[in-house]
C-alpha cells in the first residue's frame, strides 16, 4: 500500500506530549523532541478525536520540516464486540476518525484496542472484529484514506488482542498490520515473553506469517510495566519494572526493524531516551 511514510530506521516516539512540555502545546513539544534527539510522538486521542484543522496543518508542516514520524493512538472507549449495537459503530466511528486525523496531519499509522471478549469464545469475537475492520476499511478505501490500521495486543486475558490474533487479522486486510505492545504482551502472560528468545520468536512469527514487509513498517509500544495472574495492572518506569527491555533493543536490532516505537512509560521522554540511547550504543 501506498504510504506516507516509509521508515528508514527504528523511530523513538514519546506516547504524547513530553511531560516538560507544560502548556507549551505542540510547538513547544516538538522543540523538547529535537532538543532530546528523539523522532516523533503518538498524537494520544484519549477522550474523543478532537483537534482543530489549524493543529493538524501545524503538525503535518513541523513533522515534515523536522523529519518527524507521527502516529495516533484512538480514544479508549472502542469495543468492536459490545453487545450494543450502537456502542460498536461509535467505535467504528471512533476508529475511522483517529485514520482521518492522522491522515490530515501526515501520520504514519493508528492503533487502538479493538475490543473485549464480554465471555463470547474467541472464534466469535474474532469474526466479530473482522465484520466490522471491513467496515473501517472500507470508508478509509472510500475517502482515500491511506493509513496503516494497527489493532493494538491487549495486556488482560479479557481483552481480545493476543498478538496471534492480530497477526491472523493482518492476514485478512491489506490496510492492517500490528501494533505489537511487549509490555502488554508480558503482562498478558502474567510474566511470559521477557527474554531474547521469546521476543525473536514474536518477531520471527510477523516475518513468517505477514512478510518482512511488516517488519519494515513496524509499529511497538513499550513500557514498564506491573501486572498480577489476570494481566496488566498499570504502567510503570523501565527501571522500576522487571520488563527486559535491553534485550528487546537487542532483538529488535537482528532483525534490523523500521517503524516507530511508542514509549508509554509515566516520565515519557526520560524513558524514550533511554531506549534511543541504549539502542544506538547496540
Excluded at 532483525?255 to 508509554?264: D, M, Q, S
Aim: aromatic fraction near 10%.
Amino acid at each position: 500500500m501506498q504510504n506516507f511514510y516509509k521508515p528508514d530506521k527504528l523511530n523513538f516516539l514519546t506516547a504524547g506530549m513530553p511531560l516538560s512540555t507544560g502548556k507549551g502545546g505542540y510547538k513547544r513539544a516538538f522543540e523538547i523532541l529535537e532538543e532530546m534527539n528523539l523522532d516523533g510522538m503518538e498524537v494520544e486521542f484519549v477522550h474523543g478525536v478532537r483537534m482543530s484543522d489549524d493543529t493538524r496543518l501545524l503538525l503535518k508542516e513541523t513533522s515534515k520540516e523536522k523529519n518527524f514520524i507521527l502516529t495516533a493512538h484512538g480514544p479508549f472507549y472502542i469495543n468492536l464486540n459490545s453487545k450494543e449495537e450502537e456502542k460498536v459503530e461509535a467505535s467504528v466511528q471512533r476508529i475511522v476518525d483517529t485514520a482521518q486525523a492522522a491522515s490530515d496531519f501526515g501520520g504514519y499509522s493508528i492503533t487502538y484496542h479493538a475490543a473485549f471478549y464480554m465471555g463470547a469464545d474467541k472464534e466469535t469475537v474474532y469474526q466479530q472484529v473482522k465484520t466490522q475492520t471491513q467496515k473501517i476499511i472500507d470508508i478509509l478505501e472510500k475517502y482515500n484514506l491511506k493509513i496503516w490500521v494497527r489493532p493494538e495486543t491487549t495486556g488482560k486475558a479479557t481483552q481480545w488482542g493476543d498478538y496471534e490474533e492480530i497477526i491472523r487479522l493482518s492476514k485478512e486486510f491489506e490496510q492492517v498490520l500490528p501494533c505489537i505492545d511487549f509490555s502488554h504482551i508480558h503482562a498478558r502472560t502474567a510474566g511470559e515473553y521477557n527474554t531474547y528468545d521469546e521476543f525473536c520468536k514474536i518477531l520471527e512469527r510477523i516475518g513468517t506469517e505477514l512478510g518482512d514487509f511488516a517488519l519494515n513498517n513496524f509499529h511497538a509500544h513499550l513500557a514498564g510495566i506491573e501486572y498480577t495472574q489476570k494481566g496488566e495492572k498499570c504502567h510503570l518506569i523501565l527501571e522500576d519494572s522487571d520488563m527486559n527491555y535491553k534485550d528487546l533493543l537487542k532483538a529488535l536490532k537482528e532483525f534490523n526493524i523500521k517503524g516507530a516505537l511508542v514509549c508509554e512509560s509515566p516520565n515519557i521522554e526520560t524513558d524514550t531516551k533511554l531506549l534511543k540511547d541504549y539502542y544506538m550504543s547496540l
